[in-house]
C-alpha cells in the first residue's frame, strides 16, 4: 500500500496533500525526480530546461556536489544546534555575508524563507525607529505570512483582508512601460521620470507624517511582478528620502540577490547601501531553506542592552547554514557572479531580437539574468494580452507549449519571465529562447492592428 512506481508519484501525490496558490481541482503536477545543471527530468525520462531555476531560487544550478557534501558532512557531525549555540557554519556565514553584502552591513539574523526574514526586517525597523508605519510598492511581493502579506502591494494580499498586520502604506512603482504619472508623455527624459516617482514617494512620506514610518520597503528589482528595474538615481534617492526623514530603507533582495543581476545583490548597482537588507532563495541556492536579514551596525547596536523578542527553533537551523556556505563559496570559486552579468548581456541582446520580430512583444526588460518580456494585443495601445491580475487562454497556451517543449518557464499574466541557473550557458539560453520563438506565434496570433 505504501510503496508505487515512480509512474505513480503525481497521482498519489494528489490524493492528501494539500497544494498552495492552489485550487485544488485544477491542480497538475510535473512528477519530478532528479535534477542536474540547468535540467530536471520527470518520472518518465522527459528533461526539461529549467529557465525559472525551479522558483527562481536554483542560482547555483541544481545538483552541486559541492553543497551535496557539505550538507551530508553536517548531517553526519552536527545536523541541529540550540539557537543560542555557537557553530563553525554559523560563524563562517556570517563572516562570508558581512564581506559580500554592501557597505557596513555586518550583522545578520537567520529565518527559514523570504517572508520570515521580511517580518523580522520590520520588527527590527519599528523598534529602532519606535515607528510603526511601513511603505512598500503596489508592484510587490514580500511573502504570504501575515505581515508579509500585508506587505505586499500585489492582488495576493486581497483574499486575507482585512486581518493583516496593519500600518502598512502603499505607493506606486517607477514602471515605465505602464506609467501611471506618464501616460500622455511617455518619452519623459528617465532623469524627469525618476524624479516623478521620488517626488510621488515624497508626497506619500509627508501625507502619511514621517514621525510615523519605521520604513521604506522595496524589491531592489521587482521580480514576480514583472521584473521592474528601477531607472538609474532611483534606489539613491529612496536612500536619500530615507536619509531625509530619520526612515529607514529596506532592500527586498529575496529574489533578485545572489548574483541574479549580475551582481551579488541588486542594489550594488546603485551603489545604495539599505539599513536592512532580507535574502533567502538564492542564499543557499535552495538546497536548504534558508532566509537572511542583514542589518548595518547601528541597528545590531540598538539591542547591545535590550533585548530582541523574537527567534524561531530553526533561527539558523545548522544543516541550511552549512549548505549556505558551500553554496556561496562554490558561487564564488567559479565566478558564477561574474558569468551571470555575461551571459545577461548575451540574453538581453538575444530578447531584443524577438522583440524586433514578434508583434507581440511590448516590452523586454532585463538586468543579468532577470528578464521578463511583457505581451500586449497591440504595441500602440499597450493592450496587455493578460489583464491586471488575470492570465488568459493565449498565455495559458504559451506556457503549455513551452512545457510540452521541455522548457519550464513562468509566466506571470501578461509578462513572461527568464530567470534561468546562473551557469546556463550562452548556447542553452539560446535553445530555450528558440522555443519561446516558436511559442511567441500563439501571442502573436492575438495582436490587433
Ligand atoms: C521579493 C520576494 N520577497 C519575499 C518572498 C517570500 O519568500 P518565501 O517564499 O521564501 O517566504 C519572495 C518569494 O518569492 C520574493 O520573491
Request: proline share 5%; hydrophobic share 45%; with cysteine.
Amino acid at each position: 500500500m505504501f510503496d508505487f512506481p515512480d509512474d505513480q508519484i503525481a497521482q498519489v501525490s494528489l490524493e492528501h496533500n494539500f497544494w498552495t496558490w492552489s485550487a485544488q481541482g485544477g491542480v497538475d503536477p510535473i512528477p519530478v525526480t532528479r535534477a542536474e545543471g540547468v535540467y530536471f527530468w520527470d518520472a518518465h525520462g522527459k528533461r526539461y530546461l529549467d529557465f525559472n531555476s525551479m522558483m527562481m531560487c536554483v542560482n547555483l544550478g541544481h545538483g552541486d556536489p559541492r553543497v551535496i557534501e557539505a550538507i551530508v558532512a553536517q548531517a553526519r557531525a552536527l545536523p541541529f544546534a540550540h539557537g543560542s549555540m555557537a557553530t563553525r557554519p554559523l560563524a563562517e556565514l556570517g563572516r562570508l555575508l558581512a564581506h559580500l553584502t554592501p557597505g557596513d552591513m555586518d550583522h545578520f539574523l537567520y529565518t527559514l524563507g523570504g517572508a520570515e526574514a521580511n517580518e523580522n526586517a520590520i520588527k527590527l525597523a519599528r523598534a529602532v525607529t519606535g515607528r510603526h508605519k511601513i511603505l512598500t510598492r503596489y508592484r510587490s511581493y514580500h511573502g504570504a505570512t501575515a505581515g508579509a502579506m500585508a506587505l505586499t502591494g500585489d492582488p495576493r494580499r486581497h483574499s486575507w483582508e482585512p486581518n493583516l498586520m496593519g500600518g502598512v502604506v502603499h505607493f506606486l512603482d517607477p514602471y515605465r512601460y505602464r506609467s501611471t504619472f506618464h501616460r500622455t508623455n511617455p518619452d519623459i527624459p528617465e532623469a524627469e521620470f525618476t524624479r516623478d516617482y521620488l517626488n510621488h514617494l515624497e508626497e506619500i512620506i509627508t501625507y502619511e507624517g514621517p514621525g510615523t514610518i519605521a520604513a521604506v520597503m522595496v524589491e531592489s528589482v521587482t521580480g514576480t511582478n514583472g521584473i521592474l528595474i528601477p531607472p538609474d538615481g532611483y534606489m539613491q534617492g529612496v536612500r536619500a528620502l530615507c536619509d531625509k526623514y530619520g526612515i529607514l530603507m529596506i532592500a527586498d533582495e529575496v529574489m533578485a540577490g545572489f548574483g541574479r543581476t549580475g551582481k551579488w545583490f541588486a542594489v550594488d548597482h546603485w551603489g545604495v547601501v539599505p539599513d536592512l537588507m532580507t535574502m533567502a532563495k538564492g542564499l543557499t541556492s535552495s538546497y536548504l531553506p534558508l532566509g537572511a536579514v542583514g542589518m548595518r551596525p547601528f541597528i545590531a547596536e540598538h539591542f547591545r542592552e535590550r533585548v530582541f523578542q523574537s527567534g524561531l527553533t530553526y533561527s539558523g537551523h545548522t544543516l541550511t547554514l552549512a549548505a549556505a556556505v558551500a553554496n556561496i563559496k562554490a558561487m564564488m570559486e567559479d565566478d558564477v557572479v561574474g558569468q551571470a552579468a555575461a551571459r545577461g548581456v548575451f540574453l538581453r541582446q538575444q530578447l531584443m531580437d524577438l522583440g524586433e520580430k514578434h508583434p507581440s512583444i511590448g516590452d523586454v526588460r532585463s538586468i543579468g539574468l532577470f528578464a521578463g518580456v511583457e505581451l500586449v494585443k497591440n504595441r500602440e495601445t499597450r493592450e496587455p494580452l493578460s489583464p491586471f491580475n488575470q492570465t488568459t487562454e493565449p498565455m495559458k497556451r504559451l506556457r503549455k507549449f513551452c512545457l510540452e517543449r521541455g522548457l519550464n518557464i513562468f509566466m506571470h499574466w501578461n509578462v513572461v519571465l527568464i530567470v534561468p541557473p546562473l551557469i546556463i550557458t550562452e548556447e542553452l539560453l539560446a535553445e530555450g529562447l528558440a522555443v519561446l520563438d516558436e511559442a511567441l506565434a500563439i501571442a502573436d496570433a492575438e495582436v490587433t492592428e
